[in-house]
Structure formats: C-alpha cells, structure tokens
C-alpha cells in the first residue's frame, strides 16, 4: 500500500480545511485504530491531510500505522486517566483536536438471560461510557475552536435487533440517542455530530462476537439459537458478502469534507435495506425476517 505524508490530500476527495480552520491542519483522533474501520479510517484522514492519531490499548498493533507516519496512542476507552492523558498529549503536541472517530467497540452475545451482568457492565462501559467520556473531554476544545466534527460508528444494529444481541443492540441504540442530543447541543458551537451506521463488515468483529457467544452455550436453555447464530457469523458465504472496512473509512471522508454532512450515514452489507425493512414491517414480521436469516423459527 502507498503511504502519504499527513500534508497530501487525495485528488478525489476536497481538503478537509473549513473556513473556520484558518487555514491549520486539522488533528483527528481515531479510537479502535489497530485494525479494521479504525485502521482505514485513519489512513483515510491522514491521506485528507489531517494529521492523525490513532487509539488502541495495544501499542504494538499500532505499528504499522506508525510506520505509515500516524501517531499511535495508547488509550483505554473505560479507564479515565488514560482517556484524558491520550487527549492532553494530543493537545500539547498540536494545540487542537478537529476530529474525532469514536470507533471503538466491541460485540457481547448471547441470551439476556445468559450473559453475566457483569459483561453486560463491560459492554456498556466500552460502547457508550468511553465514548461519552472522551466526547466530554473533546468537546470543549472544540467549543473554543468554533468548529469540529464528532463521528459517532453506531451499527445498523443501532436501529434494529437480532436473537442474542440484545446487550450489544442496547449499547448501539444508546449511541444513536446520545448522538442525537449532542448533534442539537452542539450546533450552535460550529460542531458537527454525524452517526455512521455499518452494515455486514468484513473485520474481526463478527468472529470475535462469535467467540463470546459460544462461550455462553455450555447448558444454555438457547443452544439451539446460539448454533445457528454463531454459525451465520462465522459463515464464509456471509464474510464474501460482507464490505469492505474501507467503505467506512471513505464514508468518514465525506463527511469530514462535506460542508454540511448528514447526520446519518447506513454503509455496506445490507445496511439500508434492513433498516428500511425494520421501519416499515410490523414486529412479527421483522421477527420472522430475522429469523429466517438466521436459519431458525419458532
């Protein structure tokens, strides 16, 4: 892959400099940086122009990033002193944070009954509380700039539910309703607050969900479920139809140089027409649609 310096901005994209920049290269920050959406996306805005760190809590999955010329950044979303010493470094060495991706995050499946309310705990301090917490830290700074762009990696399933994702669905939904605050109480700062909302994609996650899920299969009442579930992540046929991480990563390019982005954006594998179906089909229905997809009735 051809790297670029963080002053070369691609010719199929505009320079992601507003007018209320000054004419300074922007510093974005990507959370879940090591592989994946984070990955791209990153080298999506470093080739923008921006300078760019990205976040991880392992350092050493970062490398390749670094090698690329973007600035890793040890940071774990649910530990505070590690959020704001990440956001004080950034600070100390650019004067400003212009973007921010949150995209880490992580799915825990399995039954409500099933899974401990302790992983349930954990699920919601990732998804929603770290990335509550680092936009706490961010936004004033944003606020004194005048400007800034918040982009906040939802999920379709923010939108919709599937059997067995019911604590990972909660954590999205959240996401879409804490997003849809921020947006009105940031607008009359000059900050844009944008959800992403992806569809089927080809990374890690889907294999890592998987692994949680059959770790809660062991005498569970939802064997049966957890099979079928499990089975359809970890499917090639599926993972062959999945998207690209980089549809995302273009997805966060557009916005970051959009004058006016939309507060939403559904990308990759099935992304709209599943959230269209959820919004017109009654619940049986949609239930029975899910299902189907997952190779079980009832």
Not at 30 to 53: F, N
């Amino acid at each position: 892959m051809t790297t670029t310096t963080p002053n070369q901005a691609t010719t199929a994209e505009s320079s992601p400099t507003s007018s209320a920049d000054h004419g300074a290269t922007r510093t974005a920050l990507v959370t879940g940086a090591s592989s994946g959406i984070g990955e791209d996306t990153a080298r999506r805005l470093q080739a923008l122009g921006c300078i760019v760190y990205g976040a991880a809590r392992r350092t050493d999955r970062l490398q390749a990033l670094a090698a690329g010329g973007i600035r890793p950044l040890a940071m774990d979303v649910t530990d505070d002193a590690s959020v704001t010493a990440g956001v004080n470094r950034i600070l100390e060495e650019t004067g400003r944070i212009d973007i921010l991706v949150n995209n880490a995050g992580y799915g825990s499946y399995g039954a409500i009954e099933d899974v401990p309310i302790d992983e349930a705990r954990r699920q919601f301090e990732v998804n929603v509380f770290g990335l509550a917490r680092l936009t706490q830290l961010i936004t004033p700074h944003m606020r004194t700039q005048g400007s800034g762009t918040i982009i906040n990696i939802s999920s379709m399933g923010g939108k919709l539910t599937t059997p067995l994702g019911g604590w990972y669905h909660a954590t999205k939904y959240a996401v879409e309703a804490l997003s849809d605050a921020l947006r009105m109480e940031l607008r009359p700062f000059g900050i844009d607050v944008v959800v992403v909302e992806p569809g089927g994609i080809r990374t890690e996650w889907a294999s890592i969900a998987a692994d949680h899920l059959e770790a809660t299969a062991e005498g569970s009442a939802y064997a049966d479920q957890i099979r079928a579930v499990a089975g359809a992540m970890r499917s090639e046929s599926n993972n062959r139809r999945y998207s690209p991480p980089e549809v995302i990563a273009r997805t966060v390019g557009r916005i970051v140089t959009a004058r006016r982005p939309r507060t939403r954006y559904a990308v990759g594998f099935m992304a709209k027409p599943l959230i269209a179906a959820r919004r017109v089909l009654p619940d049986r229905a949609f239930d029975q649609l899910i299902g189907a997809a997952f190779g079980f009735r009832r």
